[in-house]
T-cell receptor, first 115, second 111 residues
Framework: GAVVSQHPSRVICKSGTSVKIECRSL??????MFWYRQFPKQSLMLMAT?????????EQGVEKDKFLINHASLTLSTLTVASAHPEDSSFYIC???????????FGPGTRLLVL | SQKIEQNSEALNIQEGKTATLTCNYT??????LQWYRQDPGRGPVFLLL?????KEKRKERLKVTFDTTLKQSLFHITASQPADSATYLC??????????FGAGTTVTVRA
């Protein structure tokens, strides 16, 4: 149980394009979803927290107009990187927490490379 | 400032031995402390959670201790196997349900 999927697993795009990443909880309802970013050999950094039907809460230093989060249902959250630039290249990981689950469960991650 | 420090970046051990990883934290009052495993290019996989009122928790060959006075957790992998080779992350859950991660310790188990 508690499986989270992400799509796509890898994306390469040109600078200036927007990229959408989907995060789905497959076997539970995710009341809260989290988006993280991880640079090589560094720890995961929380970008934002989203609750279904509400606006996301962004961590300090994360641009909400750059990283658009939509948590439209209890099983789906999307992260859109608007007008991506090479410095946005990173590993993006989502996690989900549901009622009765003691912790967050993570997706497999999405590797973004912006050329 | 808040800090989570894992004892070393890398740990190399012989198969069958016990690997011991350390997680120290400052300026946190975590409700829970958790350990995750992360393989290259993959998301973290939850292993164990220990609450502030628990001293020790076990799961198969894994053991976690939590000392809130020392602000430290130890993570042990007993009878280690090459398949245990991965990066292990310590994470603290604060009262607002946010997880903060250490940088991780990469364990390599030699056959």
């Amino acid at each position: 149980g508690a499986v989270v999927s992400q799509h796509p697993s890898r994306v390469i795009c040109k600078s200036g394009t927007s990229v959408k990443i989907e995060c789905r909880s497959l076997d539970f309802q995710a009341t809260t979803m989290f988006w993280y970013r991880q640079f090589p050999k560094q720890s995961l950094m929380l970008m934002a927290t989203s609750n279904e039907g509400s606006k996301a809460t962004y961590e300090q230093g994360v641009e909400k107009d750059k990283f658009l989060i939509n948590h439209a249902s209890l099983t789906l959250s999307t992260l859109t990187v608007a007008s991506a630039h090479p410095e946005d290249s990173s590993f993006y990981i989502c996690s989900a927490q549901g009622t009765g689950l003691e912790t967050q469960y993570f997706g497999p991650g999405t590797r973004l490379l912006v050329l | 400032s808040q800090k989570i420090e894992q004892n070393s970046e890398a740990l190399n051990i012989q198969e069958g031995k016990t690997a011991t990883l350390t997680c120290n934290y400052t300026n946190y009052s975590p409700a829970y402390l958790q350990w995750y495993r992360q393989d290259p290019g993959r998301g973290p996989v939850f292993l164990l959670l220990i609450r502030e009122n628990e001293k020790e928790k076990r799961k198969e060959r894994l053991k976690v201790t939590f000392d809130t006075t020392l602000k430290q957790s130890l993570f042990h992998i007993t009878a280690s196997q090459p398949a245990d080779s991965a990066t292990y992350l310590c994470a603290l859950l604060s009262n607002d349900y946010k997880l903060s991660f250490g940088a991780g310790t990469t364990v390599t188990v030699r056959a």
